[in-house]
């Protein structure tokens, strides 16, 4: 498949006869390497035509073989995966109706009152593992498990940020309030906060000793506070990057937490059957401009309380005048669930709160307000008062009675959602008119949509919508494809699905029993399943009814073959027998009508579990995988033994035989793959295929090539000639059970433990194997690079790098494409020197050639081009691109910073790579004395540039505060009317704080 250098190759038709040349033929690139003169080739129908193989053997010219790509054509059959959470997105304006949920590396935004998929955000190779939508409702924030994040906007479906900083999973992403921050958690205990507009990392926290579980920004003030599974819940101070509060409440990992009163109170969920309710009392404004002088603060007593924690020991806290919060126990809400909270989450109004458990219930609190907290306290005080009385021997008008108020009376609990399989993840939303929507990702490949009004005194959840046809509830077993190539059966332990190829719907779904293996009858009318119960079950496609059950093995029928005649096929089970089957007529019961059966003609037992079977092209020989690891060749006609291929360690799993009945493909659970003839069984070849069991093998038909599939979740596909690793199509991110090639050899659809169903398709594009060696070794470099440590910073530790990026392949070509313009910038400064000593010695002008890289950018000078070169950089990949520079770059650069602030050209950008540079080598430059004279003008300089660009930035907001004035006085109508009552009565509120907490002596 593919072409050839030299020979004379010949384009030719398939004829009963054989061979001929067509007219007009002329020399074609195909498959090469063939044994006889001239036989059909690997390269299927192209064009209408069966390119054949050149086997000249006159011809002395060097040939080298080439191949066919595969490439990843579509994922589908897929609802949602299991390592995200699913979460509500607004499109159209409306909220409610459209979801996103993690679906393998991309991530699907479905509708839920139409049950469609209307968008995919195409991501990258890892599996998505967080989503965060922003909260304008414009972008979604996805972590992925290699530790990247990207943002992506909803409305273009364009993932135009990324950010590296994590070295492993991403488990938490949260916005603050405005959307211009985002606090990302991980897996190897860092917290990241990023910042969105400028595209770059603000800082690493560090502090947690297990993986982070949630991290949330509070509102009103610039904190941060963490989860993680280690037990502890973290506060930080953002204005100075540190931990300034630890809390050790807490025995088990801490799985979630939420804000709720006002962000007076937080609740924390952990492995117990608890919500800890937790108290929050700020003791000092950490926005207050003016730090008051600390012998004139005389604090409150009743702050300094020391908390108590669970196990009667206290809390050690800091000192009162450093405190910026303290955090007393509340009490504890009991759940339903006995197991650990799996997620915790609140609404955005703070109003409704809901938690699950690895089960299939979530338990859904209310947040009374204070209203309602008063009304029911009163009804309280009055039901004690009437009891009291009545219990009161003495008469009297006015007794004292006083009632508690408990944690039960602020937070109630409102109605609990049972959901048809174990919840992974939800999200819900509230609306002012009391309406509750909950949607669910379940770990079953579903996703349900609940409704209840929790303005009812006694709520009752309603399911509203559910999406079921996209995708099985089990992993995909057995996979088959119809004679024209266009429908595609899969079946699972519930269901059989067809699908259309071309459109990836689905287009007829059948109950049926856990399926095991399955073909498509000759006239692609009907199907045959095998179960795991030993059955075979007959479909017509047509009806989608289940035709006839007939109860064929004692134990599991593990695998089935149609003959090469199309008139039966044949079972093997693990009842250590092989049974062959005939198709028939039989007249159908309920019509007069005649349909399909099978009947058994022959039975032949073995002394071992049958595992696999396979019937050679020619229907003389049968191919018998036995559980002693050994591989039986029976002739079809007398069932006598004819040989017996033994050699595997492990039980050969799947097996193939070649079109032309020359070779046998065996693959076996101690992940090798053996190659034999079938003419003696002879071992031709044993390849180590994949890192874990070999799960499926398939010829492409027509050719000595076949695919493999393995449980190290990779497709291989092999030449069984001349026993090379061709291809490695990569993209399943679980254990990869089988495979099944469309009979063009065009189409591959396979199938994996994590749910999708993948269709993988072959180009025109030739596919060279020193080529793809090649790339194959640029990858594993690439990935080997971006492995190594992180470049030590003076002043910090081998492996502390508290940078927010990470070194990956982009930053060190980013890195690299810098040394290559500051070298050409040296030659072209050196050559203009030069230049200008010839022409003074010429005593005219001599031309000077022009570089064809400054050329292609427009013949600018080289200067300029190292700035174009730093302004081609992405924002959030620049200060690791700067980290890895050496320092024999470092005085070029900042000489020409110094010329380009001058000018005033791109103040901002140059001044953040300035002061990263000064602070990563301050103690090279600032003990060079040839920099001295460089960095006494960039002080000069940028300090009187960023003033401008202060002045340009505050003349613009003035302009626009005039134009806001004047279209408030023509519409008389007040713009950013909410925004601006919100930071009034926030400043009233600090100043009343200060009148309370501080007391001057």
Not at 59 to 73: E, P
Request: charged share 25%; with cysteine; net charge neutral.
């Amino acid at each position: 498949m593919g072409g050839a250098v030299g020979g004379n190759l010949v384009e030719a038709e398939v004829s009963p006869g054989g061979p001929r040349p067509l007219s007009g033929a002329i020399p074609r690139a195909v498959a090469l390497g063939a044994r006889s003169w001239l036989r059909p080739s690997c390269c299927g129908q192209l064009g209408g035509r069966d390119y054949l193989t050149c086997g000249f053997r006159h011809c002395n010219m060097g040939l080298t073989k080439q191949y066919l790509r595969y490439v990843a054509s579509a994922v589908f059959g897929l609802i949602g995966s299991q390592k995200g959470n699913i979460v509500f997105v607004t499109l159209r304006g409306e909220k409610g109706r459209y979801v996103a949920v993690p679906a393998c590396e991309h991530v699907f935004i479905w509708d839920l009152r139409k049950g469609e998929k209307i968008l995919i955000l195409q991501g990258l190779k890892q599996e998505v593992t967080c989503l965060c939508p922003s909260p304008d409702g414009l972008h979604l924030a996805v972590g992925y498990e290699d530790g990247s994040i990207r943002i992506f906007s909803l409305l273009s479906g364009e993932g135009n940020i990324t950010f590296n900083g994590h070295k492993v999973a991403v488990t938490s992403l949260k916005y603050d309030q405005l959307g211009g921050r985002l606090a990302s958690g991980s897996k190897d205990t860092d917290v990241i906060v990023w910042d969105v507009i400028n595209e770059s990392g603000l800082y690493r926290l560090k502090g947690h000793k297990d993986a982070v579980t949630q991290a949330l920004f509070l509102r009103e003030k610039n904190l941060l506070v963490t989860s993680g599974k280690d037990t502890m819940v973290k506060w930080w101070d953002l204005d100075n990057q540190h931990c300034f509060k630890t809390m050790v409440g807490h025995r088990t990992e801490v799985w979630g937490l939420v804000l709720v009163s006002e962000e007076k109170r937080l609740i924390t969920g952990a492995a117990d059957s608890e919500l800890r309710a937790w108290d929050l009392t700020y003791l000092q404004e950490i926005d207050d401009l003016e730090e008051p002088d600390p012998k004139k603060i005389k604090v409150s007593p009743g702050i300094q309380d020391t908390p108590e924690a669970e196990d009667g020991s206290l809390e050690v806290d800091e000192t009162p005048e450093d405190r910026i919060l303290s955090c007393r126990k509340a009490g504890s809400i009991m759940r339903e669930g006995r197991d650990r909270v799996v997620n915790l989450a609140m609404d955005k109004t703070g109003r409704i709160l809901a938690c699950h458990g690895p089960d299939s219930v979530l338990e859904i609190f209310c947040i009374l307000s204070k209203e309602e907290v008063q009304k029911k306290m009163d009804k309280k005080l009055k039901k004690a008062r009437k009891k009291a009385k009545l219990n009161s021997s003495k008469e009297e008008e006015d007794l004292e009675v006083s009632v508690a108020m408990s944690l039960q009376d602020e937070i109630q609990r409102v109605a609990n959602i049972k959901t048809s399989a174990k919840i992974k993840s939800f999200d819900l939303i509230y609306s002012p008119h009391g309406e509750l929507k909950v949607v669910f990702l379940l770990q079953n490949n579903l996703v349900e949509l609940y409704s209840l009004n929790a303005s009812l005194h006694t709520p009752q959840p309603v399911r509203i919508s559910r999406i079921t046809l996209g995708g099985h509830r089990s992993d995909v077993r057995t996979l088959s494809f119809s004679s024209d190539n266009i429908a595609v059966l899969s079946a699972a332990a519930d269901s059989i699905k067809i699908w259309n190829r071309s459109t990836l719907q689905c287009i007829r779904t059948m109950t049926c029993e856990y399926a095991l293996c399955s073909f498509f009858v000759p006239g692609d009318r009907q199907v045959v399943i095998g179960t795991k119960t030993g059955k075979l079950q007959l479909y017509d496609l047509a009806s989608g009814n289940l035709l006839e059950t007939i109860d064929a093995h004692d134990g599991a029928l593990w695998s089935m073959s149609l003959s090469p005649d199309q008139r039966g096929f044949v079972t093997g089970g693990a009842d250590k027998s092989v049974k062959f089957w005939d198709f028939e007529l039989v007249k159908d019961k309920n019509s007069a009508q005649k349909r399909l059966s099978v009947k058994q003609t022959r039975t032949l037992q073995l002394d071992e579990d049958v595992l696999c079977v396979s019937y050679s092209p020619n229907q003389k020989l049968l191919a018998v995988s036995l559980l002693d690891c050994t591989v039986k060749i029976f002739y079809v006609d007398t069932l006598k033994f004819f040989l017996s291929l033994y050699g595997h360690k492990l039980p050969v799993i799947c097996m193939d035989i070649s079109h032309d009945g020359a070779l046998i493909a065996t693959g076996s659970a101690d992940r090798n793959v053996k190659i034999w003839g079938l003419d003696f069984g002879d071992c031709h070849k044993s390849l180590f295929a994949h890192d874990d069991s070999v799960m499926y093998l398939r010829f492409v038909p027509k050719s000595h090539l076949f695919f493999t599939a393995g449980k190290d979740r990779k497709i291989k596909q092999w030449d069984a000639d001349r026993f090379e690793h061709i291809q490695t199509l990569e993209g399943h991110h679980q254990e990869v059970w089988c495979l099944a090639i469309s009979p063009s050899g065009d189409y591959i659809v396979s199938s994996s433990h994590d749910k999708s169903l993948r269709l993988w398709e072959r180009t025109r594009e030739p596919l060279i194997l020193e080529e793809e060696r090649e790339m194959q070794r640029e990858a594993e470099y690439e990935e080997s690079v971006a492995k190594e440590d992180q470049p030590t910073v003076p002043g910090e530790t081998q492996g502390d790098s508290y940078f927010t990026g990470k070194k990956t392949i982009e930053t060190v070509k980013a890195a690299e494409r810098i040394m290559e313009a500051i070298e050409l910038y040296r030659e072209e400064t050196a050559k203009m020197k030069e230049h200008r000593a010839i022409c003074k010695a010429a005593g005219k002008e001599v031309l000077l050639p022009i570089n064809p890289i400054l050329m292609a950018y427009g013949n600018i000078s080289p200067s300029a081009y190292v700035l174009e070169i730093f302004k081609g950089i992405k924002s959030s990949e620049l200060e690791e691109s700067l980290l890895v520079l050496p320092f024999s770059y470092i005085p070029d650069i900042l000489t020409l910073f110094s010329e380009f602030i001058q000018r005033g050209s791109d103040v901002e950008l140059l001044c953040r790579c300035l002061f990263f540079l000064l602070r990563i080598h301050f103690g090279q430059i600032t003990s060079n004395q040839m920099l001295v004279p460089v960095i006494e003008k960039l002080k000069e300089t940028t300090i009187s540039k960023v003033r401008q660009v202060q002045d340009v930035i505050g003349f613009n907001m003035a302009g626009l505060n005039y134009l806001k004035r004047e279209c408030e006085a023509k519409s008389e109508v007040m713009f950013f009317a909410d925004a601006t009552s919100q930071l009034e009565e926030k400043r009233r509120k600090r100043k009343n704080r200060k009148k309370m907490i501080l007391t001057l002596t």
